[in-house]
């Protein structure tokens, strides 16, 4: 029988024994999760990065645990993240694929999940930043209350793009409200086609100040053509240069009001997605444009929410993690000049593929835990680990027990994640057109039937209609399949990843 989807409810399930880890300081007091979107394993400068500096994060890497072998769960942002906050593969749910501005909530409201386990333990929880994980159950009024949504699955407060920068409605949600509408001025979004005769990119190309290169040629808001169609809401309209400043001040804003309390931040930047709009200041950043700019603007928020948690003195039981959603992609969809400008730079660094990618590019992340009470001297851990852990191993660390079933996919990989230990898990499926299997430094792709595509925005996505296999100790740029050479392996590895598939183990 396949393991049930339904995510297992908070409700009694969740026992507390936070208050003793408290008193004797072994938990962290603020938890914050710095996530960025699609920058890929070789965009920071301590991954190798030359042509941008990210010296916020590169500190952050030297004083902590910097990770070789850490992974998002899947190779978009909606699977990703539904796995990093419910601990649950995505694969499980067929709903969690890359949504539209409009759709509903994926998660339960009540079910066992990364903040609900933290609230629970009495931390304040905020998220601010890119959601993308769905709003709402059915047809969505922008105009009323929005529920459920992020306060449902455990947030205390949340401030959010509903969906990507690329995608209507391009307005914020404060809490349970689209922040800044003009009742007198409603909000309509529609993915079925355009709601009035408002000039379109596709229509009216002379008006955009950054044309698509593919899809996003929809409504224009700021001189940037979307993905689906919108009106009204004149006046809630986020701005794009602004964007990283407004989220950033947000942050900043959250971790002074509850600097005497304990806290959970879930800070998920929109850099470095499409549309790529970092601020003027950061125009002569990188000689890259707007993709190499927008990562030293991550670099910079990073910056500044560190700051804030170190002129209030709270830096040391800070427990502080950066990771990305997913690997690069260097075209996304509009023309910013990050193919002409890219260089010498490799976004994924040695690895192959990138986001849409089952190649390791696709899910092989940067990922830096540091905590300065615990964590004392920079170190890199080659351990194997998932975002998706942290679910448990954060339920570990501040003393939550856990209901039997609930988060069944993350495991507790805490000695890791504090850089006890080298060793992390045994196995862990990447998720992206197909799902792949990693097993110590062997990779196995699952074949796909069809005519599977070889190329996604440029990158290579690693589908094939035949099975791959792969030695990433003497081959991580997955260069040379072995698959013909080992059947047996091969078979092992394909009833593995079927048993973790239909939930069998
Ligand atoms: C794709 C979009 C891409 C990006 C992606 C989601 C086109 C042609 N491409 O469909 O631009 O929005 O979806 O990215 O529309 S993610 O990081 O949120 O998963
Ligand atoms: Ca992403």
Request: contains cysteine.
């Amino acid at each position: 029988m396949e393991r049930r989807h339904v995510l297992t409810s908070l409700a009694g399930g969740l026992a507390s024994a936070g208050g003793l880890l408290a008193a004797n300081g072994r938990r962290p007091k603020r938890i914050v999760l710095l996530y960025a979107d699609d920058v890929g394993y070789g965009d920071f400068s301590c991954y190798g990065a030359q042509r941008v500096r990210t010296p916020n994060i590169d500190r952050l890497a030297a004083g902590g645990v910097r990770f070789t072998d850490a992974h998002c769960s899947a190779a978009t942002c909606t699977p990703s993240r539904f796995s990093l906050l419910t601990g649950t593969y995505s694969f499980r749910v067929p709903a969690a694929k890359v949504l539209p501005g409009d759709a509903s909530l994926l998660i339960e409201p009540g079910s066992v999940t990364l903040p609900s386990i933290l609230k629970r333990q009495g931390y304040r929880t905020s998220v601010v930043g890119k959601w993308h994980l769905g709003l709402g159950r059915g047809p969505i009024d922008w105009n009323k209350e929005i529920r459920p949504g992020p306060l449902d699955i455990g947030f205390d407060e949340s401030f959010i793009i509903p969906a990507t920068g690329d995608r209507v409605p391009c307005v914020y949600v404060e809490d349970r409200r689209v922040r800044g509408l003009d009742p007198a001025d409603p909000i309509q979004v529609s993915y079925r086609g355009p709601l009035d005769d408002s000039p379109t990119g596709k229509t009216h190309p002379e008006l955009l100040r950054m044309t698509p290169s593919h899809g996003h040629d929809m409504t224009i808001v700021n001189g940037i053509s979307r993905i689906g169609y919108m009106t009204g809401g004149k006046s809630a309209l986020w701005n794009d240069d602004e964007m990283a400043d407004t989220l950033t001040n947000r942050a900043v804003s959250f971790i002074e009001a509850n600097r005497a309390r304990d806290f959970f931040l879930y800070f998920a930047s929109h850099d470095i997605h499409v549309p790529r709009v970092p601020n003027r200041r950061f125009r002569d950043a990188t000689v890259m444009g707007p993709r190499g700019n927008a990562i030293a603007e991550f670099d910079w928020s990073v910056g500044r929410i560190l700051e804030t948690i170190d002129r209030h003195g709270l830096r040391n039981d800070t427990l502080v993690i950066v990771s990305s959603d997913n690997g690069a992609v260097i075209d996304d969809g509009y023309n910013d000049e990050a193919v002409p400008l890219l260089g010498s730079h490799r976004p994924n660094g040695p690895f192959r593929g990138g986001k849409y990618s089952n190649f390791e590019g696709g899910t092989r992340v940067p990922f830096i835990v540091n905590w300065p009470a615990r964590i004392r001297r920079g170190s890199v851990s080659s351990a194997l680990v998932g975002q998706l852990d942290l679910v448990r191993s954060l339920a570990d660390l501040t003393g939550a027990k856990l209901p039997a079933d609930a988060v069944p996919d993350s495991e507790n990989v805490l000695p890791a994640l504090l850089g006890e230990t080298k060793s992390g898990r045994k196995r862990l499926v990447e998720q992206a057109s197909s799902l792949s299997l990693r097993e110590g430094d062997w990779k196995y792709i699952r074949p796909l039937k069809g005519n599977p595509s070889a190329v996604n925005a440029g990158n290579e996505t690693g589908s094939s209609t035949e099975a791959q296999l792969y030695d990433l100790t003497s081959d991580p740029g997955e260069a040379k399949n072995l698959a013909a050479d080992d059947a047996g392996r091969v078979a092992r590895m394909e009833s593995a990843l079927e048993a973790i598939r239909s939930g069998r183990v």
